[in-house]
């Protein structure tokens, strides 16, 4: 196994595994550090059936299933994420966390590389633990203790509209929750500080308006996203990633008109964010 980093801040690819047999003890244990230490991963050249990618991510953790997109009928592990040479529009399109708006949002995401755009469509990752470390002591002495609403409202809330220009398909029978969550998140394997909010899905800071939370909250997502707290990743046909969901947001580039792209996502079950 050999890895490479990809920025001085967050990302690296991981050579020399066939992630489509089952892992070592050891090696799985060098994938699950390697998640730690640089908050997404990346795998090339990877081929791999449907069964082989749910049994990979398996090794990792219970798999959750999407509580708000439609998935495979033969294989409900697996969310399709699809854009036609038709559709206008693509899921994933802002800086977000995945399914914050769930009690239990996902310990991380593995996104499978299907079919992808000859250019164009490459995802973006940022560092929330240096995004976090990087406030100054007065902000992060504000935050500490605060608490955020988030929702689903943003999905659920515009079905139809969303539906008509995307061929990833929201359910049509899910409601909008509201669930709440610290500002600032303690990862429950490093115990390192992290900012956890998001555009599309952190509605409001707990006790106050949507109108009094959004300067504070736009500044935060803007210093998050900086340059030197991402990286960016360009796909292959075979290519994985596998991203830390407790200490990242990111970013799906719509830059491929009139080409497909289809990759495969699993998520894996997580627990409540203290």
């Given at each position: ?9 967050i990302g690296?690819?991981?050579h020399?595994?066939d992630v ?6 050891e090696?799985l244990a060098?994938?699950r ?5 640089h908050?997404v991963i ?8 449907k069964?082989?990618?749910i049994?990979?991510?398996r090794?990792f953790?219970?798999?959750s299933?999407?509580?708000?997109y439609?998935?495979?009928d033969s ?5 399709p994420v699809i854009?036609e ?10 800086w977000h966390t995945?399914?914050?708006y ?5 310990m ?5 590389a ?11 990752w940022?560092?929330l633990?240096?995004?976090?470390e ?5 902000l992060k002495?504000q ?10 409202e943003?999905?659920?809330g515009?079905t139809?509209a969303?539906?008509?220009?995307r061929?990833?398909k929201?359910?049509e029978?899910v409601?909008v929750?509201?669930v709440v969550?610290p500002?600032?998140?303690t990862h ?7 900012l956890f909010v998001n555009?599309p899905?952190?509605h ?8 009094e939370s959004l300067?504070?909250l736009?500044y935060?997502?803007?210093h ?6 991402t990286?960016?990743f360009?796909?292959r046909?075979?290519?994985?990633a ?7 947001m990111h ?5 491929y008109?009139?080409?497909r792209?289809?990759m ?8 409540r964010?203290?």
């Amino acid at each position: 196994m050999k890895i490479i980093k990809l920025t001085g801040t967050i990302g690296a690819e991981i050579h020399g595994v066939d992630v489509s047999k089952p892992l070592t003890p050891e090696m799985l244990a060098q994938i699950r550090q390697c998640l730690l230490d640089h908050c997404v991963i990346f795998f090339r050249d990877q081929t791999l059936t449907k069964e082989q990618q749910i049994a990979f991510v398996r090794q990792f953790g219970a798999i959750s299933k999407s509580p708000v997109y439609k998935t495979l009928d033969s294989h409900p592990e697996i969310m399709p994420v699809i854009k036609e040479p038709t559709d206008r529009d693509i899921i994933g399109d802002t800086w977000h966390t995945d399914e914050t708006y769930q009690e239990t949002p996902p310990m991380g995401s593995v996104l499978y590389a299907r079919e992808v755009p000859a250019v164009g469509g490459d995802t973006l990752w940022c560092n929330l633990y240096r995004a976090y470390e990087t406030l100054s002591d007065g902000l992060k002495q504000q935050l500490e203790g605060m608490r955020a609403v988030h929702t689903n409202e943003f999905l659920t809330g515009n079905t139809a509209a969303r539906n008509a220009t995307r061929s990833t398909k929201l359910l049509e029978t899910v409601g909008v929750n509201y669930v709440v969550h610290p500002v600032v998140r303690t990862h429950d394997e490093t115990g390192r500080k992290c900012l956890f909010v998001n555009q599309p899905f952190t509605h409001a800071f707990e006790g106050m308006t949507r109108a009094e939370s959004l300067p504070l909250l736009q500044y935060l997502y803007a210093h998050a996203s900086k340059p030197e707290n991402t990286c960016r990743f360009r796909w292959r046909k075979g290519s994985i990633a596998f991203w830390d969901n407790r200490c990242t947001m990111h970013y799906a580039i719509n830059d491929y008109p009139g080409q497909r792209r289809e990759m495969h996502r699993i998520t894996l079950q997580g627990t409540r964010p203290v």
